[in-house]
């Protein structure tokens, strides 16, 4: 009884802990480049997801940048303000990685196998496509935490 008291209790402690590790991801990103943030927010399904929050530049020739290089001829049109790029991430704790998830790159249209994870640092977020299920075959990008652009 004192066994699973303890169990229970531990339990009970170490969930708010668990749960706030996983939600580190969730805030304003700001892309290697520079051109772009993305909000990671963490949603009713209870997994992590992304998008484009604001733009250096936002606008081509006068209009909206369009999604022009996706393969779907019936997105190609869609804006890239508000795009979606990450989805359906969960957070792995024995790992501490954020996994299982894909990213689109509307620089080619393309979507990626990818996982998420932070060094010492949690203002910096690894990010690594990849293909054919293999995480070595591969790239890596680093976003930088910060704030809300458009407040």
């Keep these: 009884m004192k066994k699973l008291f303890f ?17 580190k991801v969730v805030g304003f ?6 051109t772009s943030q993305v ?8 997994k992590y997801y992304g998008k484009i929050s604001w ?20 997105l190609k049109k ?3 303000m508000g795009l979606s ?13 954020w996994v299982n998830g894909s990213i689109y790159d509307p620089d080619n249209g393309k979507t990626y196998d990818c996982f998420m994870w932070f060094d010492s640092d949690d203002s910096v977020l690894n990010i ?6 293999i995480r070595f075959l591969g790239r890596t990008t680093t976003w930088k ?7």
């Design 7 to 23: 169990f229970l209790a531990l339990l009970f402690i170490a969930a708010p802990y668990l749960s706030a590790q996983a939600g």
């Design 29 to 34: 990103w700001l892309t290697e480049k520079g």
């Design 39 to 46: 909000e990671i927010y963490k949603a009713t399904d209870g």
């Design 55 to 74: 733009l250096e530049e936002p606008n081509e020739d006068g209009k909206p940048k369009v999604d022009e290089e996706n393969p779907d001829p019936a």
């Design 78 to 80: 869609r804006p890239v």
């Design 85 to 97: 790029l990450l989805y359906e991430f969960e957070y792995d704790k024995k790992d501490k990685e």
């Design 128 to 133: 690594k496509g990849f293909v054919m299920g």
């Design 145 to 151: 935490r910060e704030n809300d652009r458009n407040k």
